[in-house]
């Protein structure tokens, strides 16, 4: 890899800390690019809310055919829609892979990371097994921080909080992670999930630090903002992290989900006939990510109740 400059590592931690936007501005004013800010900006582009595949390709095209190009090449097609492409090619990534990549800079670095997000999103159980046991392999013999946000993110999805903290804070881990500020930001994820109010509070400061950087204000980093006020029950700051979020990006899923949790202490103004509403916001969510948690969880109540309701009106004939 490349000799990392203070314009290349400020595109990186911007990555890092979620502010993919700002991120690829930051790229987009480096007098000229390097390899490795290449790989972050193009890995930006396919973590926008929505993602922009054909973005991160146009980036990719531009560098030298590697593991690591190809992985990410991969992850842009299966994202594109392109589900069988991208695995036949991740398989025989990872077959070349070996060993190789376990040490920061190394060719392959990112692999594991491509291979553990995409065998997760495919929905095969074994692939989601070896998902996990491949981001585990990244962090215990290669002292990966990425690998470690992505499987602290599954354990999360599992509704495992504490099995995320126990990764996070296990002398493994922090022997490598040294309380950065990723990790630190891993661990407000956690606390989230967790409680009680003691955790809500650290989370909160973590945001706020990171909101308060340099190009740091990005929707994510709003998003746990507002997540964090409405765990302490400051409401109407939750719901302006929000409004601000949104205004940034209208289509991200997660601030319209939070914001269709928060819309009862929401009061726009009455002149206002654009104003965002819960009904809007959920439109707009289930048009997006008709697979969102949120939605799902929304219309598996909504079908239990119709069944309920059905067996009650059959009762009461």
């Known amino acids: 890899m490349d000799?990392?400059?203070?314009?290349?590592?400020?595109?990186?931690?911007?990555?890092?800390?979620?502010?993919?936007?700002?991120?690829?501005s930051a790229y987009s004013e480096?007098?000229?690019?390097?390899?490795?800010?290449?790989?972050y900006a193009a890995r930006a582009h396919l973590a926008l809310s929505p993602p922009s595949p054909s973005s991160a390709l146009s980036l990719l095209s531009s560098l030298g055919r590697s593991l690591d190009t190809r992985a990410l090449t991969?992850?842009?097609?299966?994202?594109?829609?392109?589900h069988e492409g991208a695995i036949e090619e991740l398989e025989e990534v990872q077959i070349e892979l070996g060993e190789r990549g376990l040490e920061d800079g190394e060719e392959g670095r990112f692999?594991?990371?491509?291979?553990?997000?995409?065998?997760?999103?495919?929905?095969?159980?074994?692939?989601?097994?070896?998902?996990?046991?491949?981001?585990?392999?990244?962090?215990?013999?290669?002292?990966?921080?990425?690998c470690l946000g992505i499987l602290t993110h599954i354990y999360q999805s599992l509704s495992l909080p504490q099995r995320s903290l126990a990764l996070l804070t296990s002398p493994q881990t922090t022997s490598f992670t040294s309380d950065s500020l990723q990790s630190q930001l891993f661990t407000a994820r956690t606390n989230l999930s967790l409680g009680p109010k003691q955790r809500y509070e650290q989370a909160y400061y973590v945001y706020e630090e990171i909101k308060g950087l340099r190009g740091g204000r990005g929707e994510s980093t709003l998003a746990g903002v507002a997540v964090s006020q409405a765990c302490l029950g400051r409401w109407d700051e939750?719901?302006?992290?929000?409004?601000?979020?949104?205004?940034?990006?209208?289509?991200?899923?997660?601030?319209?989900?939070?914001?269709?949790?928060?819309?009862?202490?929401?009061?726009?103004?009455?002149?206002d006939t654009e104003a965002l509403t819960a009904e809007k916001a959920l439109a707009s969510l289930q048009a997006l990510e008709p697979t969102h948690p949120f939605v799902?969880?929304?219309e598996n109540k909504s079908d239990a109740f119709d069944e309920a309701a059905g067996k009650f009106g059959k009762a009461s004939q």
């Open 238 to 271: 939750a719901v302006q992290a929000i409004l601000e979020g949104l205004e940034m990006n209208p289509s991200h899923p997660t601030l319209l989900a939070n914001f269709i949790a928060l819309a009862r202490y929401y009061t726009p103004n009455t002149q």
């Open 74 to 82: 991969a992850l842009a097609n299966f994202l594109s829609g392109d």
């Open 30 to 39: 480096l007098p000229s690019a390097s390899t490795l800010p290449t790989f």
């Open 296 to 298: 799902v969880e929304l």
């Open 111 to 146: 692999v594991r990371a491509v291979l553990g997000t995409v065998w997760w999103l495919s929905g095969d159980e074994g692939r989601k097994e070896e998902a996990v046991e491949i981001l585990n392999e990244a962090v215990q013999l290669g002292a990966d921080q990425e």
């Open 3 to 24: 000799t990392i400059s203070d314009a290349d590592y400020y595109v990186i931690s911007l990555f890092q800390n979620g502010s993919y936007r700002s991120a690829l």
